[in-house]
Nanobody
């Protein structure tokens, strides 16, 4: 089992930057596919960015060129660097971890961290 704890959210002005951090514990971190999701009020949770165990990244079209996901397996941590933020980025951001072993999926969510972009 994996425990995920997000941090780094807050209030930022449009055009500003934030870096979210997700600290994982409880299992071998390097074996997990990691991702960041977000959920704005009244909207469905959506995938923002993901990173595989091999470091391959993927981004939602809305954040390409502005957000960067990375992982540090030695620190059991995944990051989301968010630049040039807009009010549309306002949401609760969730860290997600998944691994598949013998066709069984094990996945976990963090508690979320609020990001508010407003002047």
């Amino acid at each position: 089992q994996v425990q995920l704890v997000e941090s780094g959210g807050g209030l930022v002005q449009p055009g500003g930057s934030l870096r979210l951090t997700c600290a994982a514990s409880g299992d071998f971190f390097g074996g997990y596919f990691m991702a960041w999701y977000r959920q704005a009020p009244g909207k469905q949770r959506e995938l923002v960015a993901s990173i595989t165990t091999g470091g391959i990244t993927n981004y939602a079209d809305s954040v390409k060129g502005r957000f960067t996901i990375s992982r540090d397996n030695a620190k059991n941590t995944v990051y989301l660097q968010m630049n040039n933020l807009t009010p549309e980025d306002t949401a609760v951001y969730y860290c997600y971890a998944k691994k598949v072993v013998l066709s069984i999926t094990y996945d976990y969510w963090g508690q979320g961290t609020q990001v508010t972009v407003s002047s």
